[in-house]
């Protein structure tokens, strides 16, 4: 099972329903017959299992809040607030 938005090396095949991974998209093509069978329920598992990870990822904010950047020593708390610099356009 692939991990969304990780890489852009992994990917997947459900039936003829392939999944590819990439870091900004998941792209998902081509078709599946899910029929009802011992084979149909482990397909239909599996595109359940991959959408709760893309939801789960999806669901994620996209910019972490600035004390999680502080908490993670990325930024210092002065200087996501009230910091200006000059245009250099201008």
């Known amino acids: 099972m692939i991990n969304p938005f990780a890489n852009d090396s992994e990917s997947m095949q459900i039936g003829e329903l392939i999944i590819e991974n990439q870091q900004d998209k998941v792209i998902i093509y081509g078709d599946i017959d899910i ?7 482990m397909q239909a598992k599996q595109l359940l ?35 200006t610099t000059d245009n250099p356009f201008l």
């Open 35 to 41: 029929y009802r069978n011992e084979q149909g329920l």
């Open 49 to 83: 299992e991959l959408s709760q990870r893309l939801v789960a990822e999806l669901s994620k904010p996209l910019i972490p809040p600035k004390e999680t950047l502080v908490a993670q020593n990325q930024v210092t708390a002065d200087s996501i607030e009230g910091q």
